[in-house]
């Protein structure tokens, strides 16, 4: 399969607990996006990088959460001392491309998280 | 805000009917994209029509774009049952993507 995976698929957690997620991307894209979706709402944008750089960062994505992608390959989303708030899907996608950050995103299935 | 507002908030219809959702924002595009999501493979992206584009067909599916009036509409012609699904515009300028809420499409045999 050569599109966009992320492991877990569903991640049930206390609250207060840390947790991290993976975002595998479409081999050869240079851009990676992570969103998060509540029930009944669009994805909201959290941040994305160009190769390693992280380049923005929405002011949804709190102190508790941190982005990386090391070597510009995949990703992880890791939230700490997590919340009820925080329960929702979390998407990955990724793009190949120099011009605007919004073309051609493919998606992965994405993390669903449960904070109890 | 780039963010959009999809219109109806759902939608329900027969299998053979064509569907128009609508999609309106407050801000100057570069371009608009169409998007769906459902359960089976998640969010996909459907089309994405330029600024500079009136119109764009892609299958069943037709977009237009009227800039003068900041509004998209996405029409679905002959629908399936496979179309059943949420249905998102983003409005894009010259960053990342802003979905709005959706159009929930119903489409029974």
């Known amino acids: 399969d050569t599109g966009v995976s992320q492991d877990p698929r569903h991640k049930i957690t206390k609250r207060g607990q840390n947790v991290t997620f993976r975002c595998d991307p479409i081999?050869?894209?240079?851009?990676l996006y992570w969103y998060r979706q509540t029930l009944g709402q669009g994805p909201e944008f959290l941040t994305y990088?160009?190769?390693?750089?992280?380049?923005?960062k929405s002011r949804l994505l709190s102190d508790r959460f941190s982005a990386e992608r090391p070597k510009g390959s995949f990703s992880t989303l890791e939230i700490q001392r997590t919340e009820q708030g925080d329960s929702a899907m979390y998407l990955c996608?990724?793009?190949?491309?120099?011009?605007?950050?919004?073309?051609?995103?493919?998606f992965g299935p994405g993390t669903r998280l449960t904070v109890l | 805000s780039q963010q959009g507002e999809e219109d109806p908030q759902a939608l329900s219809i027969q299998e053979g009917e064509n569907a128009t959702m609508n999609c309106s924002y407050k801000t100057s595009i570069n371009n608009l994209q169409w998007y769906r999501q459902n359960s089976g493979r998640g969010l996909v992206h459907l089309i994405l029509i330029r600024s500079n584009e009136r119109e764009k067909h892609s299958g069943r599916l037709r977009v237009t774009l009227d800039t003068s009036k900041k509004s998209s509409s996405l029409l679905i012609t002959a629908s399936r049952a496979a179309d059943t699904a949420s249905y998102f515009c983003a409005p894009a300028g010259y960053s990342t993507l802003t979905f709005g809420k959706g159009t929930m499409l119903l489409v029974s045999p």
């Open positions: 990088f160009q190769n390693e750089a992280q380049l923005e």
């Open positions: 996608a990724s793009s190949l491309g120099q011009g605007p950050p919004n073309e051609g995103q493919f």
């Open positions: 081999s050869e894209h240079n851009r």
